[in-house]
């Protein structure tokens, strides 16, 4: 099965390469929706649950933390704290009344981590779509191409959750997943978008960013990672409507010397309806 992905114009000289093109995995906090990885926390994890508790009762390790939070908070924070009397339940309230005040920081926490851990893949069936020629095809003057992702050949991730499938539009954010309580339920959010994109029929693959190389780093400093894959499984190459001369002429010379299979098509802008019609490049 083939999928799209686009580029603007000057992607041409990371894409392509003699021996197939390069496909980075990229960090959840670099792609182009701020909510990507971007959980609720309105409840601590079990462990954290734990030692909290711990703390408070043995008067130990964040006890001193704590009990500088609970005294700066609401007053009812304030006196269950001074009046717990290690009461077990008044202590589990008195956690979920102070996780409150502190899911922010948890939350920054472990998304940073997460953003360390896991690369995103991204992809389309859809590679006439005019909005996403215009953001992600620089306004019609990029190039898209159609590749095989299952095709891939990656390094084993030794994790029955790194698999290609559909993107999960819903109107909610997930909730509570906490990495010390298990990375399947993230593996599973990060196929999940707010539905606002629905129009873009994504497809992912997630895979841990320690099982594929660093190659280099973007403008950002954010390394990348990147995996080639073999030309032979490259398909066809979209020129958008607006692209140059020039970015034909590159893509052309790299079909020529590296892929002589792969199809281009030109984009046009239809002359009686909202479409685009294309002409193939014979070369």
């Not at 589990?92 to 981590?113: G, V």
Request: hydrophobic fraction near 30%.
């Amino acid at each position: 099965m083939y999928f799209f992905k686009y580029y603007s114009p000057e992607d041409y000289k990371f894409l392509f390469k003699p021996n197939g093109i390069s496909l980075r995995f990229s960090q959840p906090r670099i792609l182009n929706d701020p909510f990507e990885l971007l959980f609720v926390y309105d409840s601590p994890s079990q462990n954290t649950k734990i030692k909290m508790k711990e703390d408070i009762l043995e008067k130990k390790g964040g006890y001193k933390e704590i009990e500088n939070l609970a005294l700066s908070s609401a007053k009812p924070i304030k006196e269950l704290f001074e009046n717990h009397n290690n009461d077990h339940q008044k202590i589990d309230r008195l956690i979920d009344m102070l996780y409150a005040n502190i899911q922010f920081l948890e939350q920054d926490k472990i998304n940073n981590k997460l953003n360390d851990t896991f690369g995103i893949l991204s992809f389309t069936p859809q590679g006439y779509s005019r909005p996403m020629w215009s953001y992600y095809g620089k306004n019609h003057t990029g190039f898209a191409v159609e590749f095989d992702p299952y095709s891939l050949n990656l390094p084993s991730s030794n994790n029955e959750n790194t698999v290609i499938k559909g993107v999960e539009y819903e109107n909610e954010r997930p909730k509570n997943l906490h990495p010390s309580e298990g990375l399947d339920p993230i593996f599973e959010a990060l196929y999940t978008k707010d539905d606002e994109w629905t129009h873009e029929d994504e497809w992912r693959l997630v895979y841990p960013l320690k099982c594929i190389p660093i190659t280099g780093s973007d403008p950002t400093g954010a390394p990348l990672h990147t995996h080639i894959l073999n030309s032979k499984h490259v398909h066809k190459v979209l020129l958008g409507a607006l692209s140059s001369k020039a970015t034909e002429e590159e893509i052309t010379k790299w079909i020529k010397d590296h892929a002589p299979h792969v199809k281009l098509h030109k984009l046009s802008l239809s002359k009686i309806n909202y479409q685009l019609d294309y002409t193939e490049i014979e070369i």
